[in-house]
């Protein structure tokens, strides 16, 4: 939210215009807990250092403020193809998305687009790069429409984590849940290759442990979102590992019915790579 030009985040203030009925009977001490919990005073210290810049500017902006870094290897894409997608695993929830916008900028010499659940618009700074998608209802018309107009600009590459939500702990190990198909059948659509990527990393055992009580408790909202920002500043300093596989022709795919599959067959490339 805006502060006197200045962008801050203030869960009092979102709480009392967006559940205005309710919001007198909120303990002053949930209040209290959830600033603490989302860190609301060290992001709106990011906020107020980066300000002034937007898209892969605020992304470096925000990796040099926490002291991050990554480290890039394997098949490095070339540059003069931009119209690719670019999939990834999705094992932080922020810095990653973050990560991956600031390298694929870097690698491709241009912005890029990364296509993302419609509340993270509210992310001011990153709103020329995000390309929203509804999941809980009908997709905006305007945004579908911007949606199929980028990916049919061959000079745009685009992001995007396959899964959605970000790594939980099961069977696997920490991996992502199920690739959705989107990917595959636009990049047989608009004749876009695809590009799978590695990013190495976790969040805090913490967080993990939270997320498989909650389902243990059938609880279907995904409440452990909220830790992502504390799970951010924990990693200050860290350094991460991006691996970059080699670029699948778009032609390898038919999508349609087949697309789930070949989703998955995609994701196992990436988790081969780890």
Not at 133 to 155: M, T, Y
Request: aromatic share 10%.
């Amino acid at each position: 939210m805006a502060n006197g030009g200045h962008l801050r985040i203030d869960v009092d203030s979102v709480l009392r215009k967006r559940v205005p009925g309710a919001y007198r009977y909120i303990p002053r001490f949930v209040v209290r807990w959830l600033e603490r919990t989302i860190c609301q005073e060290e992001m709106n210290g990011i906020l107020e250092r980066t300000q002034g810049t937007c898209g892969s500017r605020f992304c470096d902006a925000t990796l040099r403020d926490l002291g991050i870094d990554y480290r890039v290897s394997g098949e490095f894409p070339d540059k003069e193809n931009r119209n690719v997608i670019i999939v990834s695993n999705h094992p932080l929830g922020a810095l990653d998305g973050i990560a991956m916008i600031d390298w694929a900028t870097k690698a491709f010499g241009t912005e890029v687009r990364f296509v993302v659940n419609d509340l993270l618009m509210a992310i001011k700074p990153l709103e020329t790069v995000f390309l929203p998608v509804n999941k809980h209802g009908r997709q905006n018309r305007a945004d579908a429409g911007e949606i199929e107009r980028v990916f049919a600009n061959p000079d745009i590459p685009i992001v995007i984590f396959p899964a959605g939500l970000c790594s939980r702990k099961g069977k696997e190990g920490i991996a992502d849940l199920k690739w959705q198909k989107m990917f595959i059948n636009k990049a047989v659509q608009y004749h876009r290759d695809i590009i799978p990527v590695y990013f190495n990393g976790k969040n805090s055992a913490f967080f993990y442990n939270f997320a498989k009580l909650r389902q243990k408790l059938g609880i279907k909202f995904n409440i452990e979102m909220v830790f992502l920002p504390r799970e951010i500043f924990r990693s200050r300093g860290k350094s991460y590992a991006i691996t970059v596989g080699k670029t699948l022709k778009w032609q390898h795919f038919k999508g349609g019915a087949f697309a789930p599959d070949e989703a998955l067959a995609v994701r196992n490339v990436v988790y081969g790579m780890a």
